[in-house]
DNA sequence: CAATTAAATTAGATTTAATCTAAATAGTGT
DNA sequence: ACACTATTTAGATTAAATCTAATTTAATTG
């Protein structure tokens, strides 16, 4: 009774054989679910179609090209009713590559990514300045440790 | 003086557009950044080479796929030393997306993705068991506001 | 500053994959 | 069992990736 149940193991598969390198071609993802190449590319539609897989980025180390600085920020607003006139400053702040509505003490949950710490402190100081926000605690990143896909195994049926 | 210095503007040009849409044809952004296709490969042959790019994976709408939940936590460890070891024991959970050792009062901040909140609560018992870790804080999100890659422009020579 | 060498880029040929179409197969409900 | 629908498949066509050799560009040195 749920739009899950339109998704099978053969999508989740095609999803997670994809998901590790996704520019696997079709043929080869084919040849490892047992399925012709021609499904992979009807199952790949329809799960684009259905806004399940929205796009194939890069996974990039920023560190290697010069961003070496990320830090998660703690946001705290003046009025929670500015939620979503600061995510709109946010927005254009191109520092800020995430940002959330979480439960606990803080309005907003963002992440930033910044070349060094003096631009870390520039971010600060801009996102610090827009209307609304009170103040900020920043968690900066000394080491990423895990960062990976989820992997869902074979329900089994 | 950089290995940055061996990254140019068509580099980050390709990386850009790329990053958009890793499935996007080298021909296709030979075209946009005036070079041929062969150029196209030979740079991301040598960006991957450097592991500047790493991969390419999926964006995946999760939530769509039954993975509603999203949470950050703050773990407390009963000693810093621990860091490693808990790291490890940590990998070993599928729900487990991301972990950083950050500034802060948190000794380790983890990222996790589960089902619903049944199986929120059965993975964060299955964390709190980890021997090492104290106590955490949860902070589940309740709304994605922001998600995208970092925007380099670019950097006049 | 010309000549030599090294590096990067390119066009073109070949291999491989993506995409499309029509036929075959498998499911569904009556 | 039959008709209807949806899915899968093989095969043909189009397009892209990959490789190679040649050219261009840049760098270096006498």
Chains 1, 2 share one sequence.
Do not use: W
Not at 27 to 37: H, L, P, Q, R
Not at 42 to 59: F, H, Q, W
Not at 141 to 150: G, T
């Amino acid at each position: 009774m749920d739009k899950i149940l339109d998704i099978d193991n053969i999508d989740l598969k095609i999803i997670s054989l994809l998901n590790e390198d996704a520019k696997t071609p079709y043929t080869e993802i084919a040849k490892k679910v047992f399925v012709s190449s021609g499904t992979v590319h009807v199952r790949m539609k329809k799960l684009e179609d259905m806004g399940i897989v929205k796009s194939a980025t890069l996974n990039i180390d920023f560190s290697k090209l010069g961003y070496d600085i990320s830090a998660f920020l703690g946001i705290y607003l003046e009025k929670s009713s500015l939620y979503d006139t600061v995510i709109e400053r946010l927005k254009e702040i191109a520092e800020v590559v995430s940002a959330y509505y979480t439960t606990g003490n803080y309005s907003i949950f963002a992440k930033i990514i910044c070349r060094d710490t003096n631009h870390l402190r520039l971010v600060l100081d801009k996102i610090q300045k827009v209307d609304g926000i009170d103040r900020t605690e920043t968690l900066i990143v000394l080491e990423e440790s895990i960062n990976r896909p989820i992997q869902f195994f074979d329900k089994e049926k």
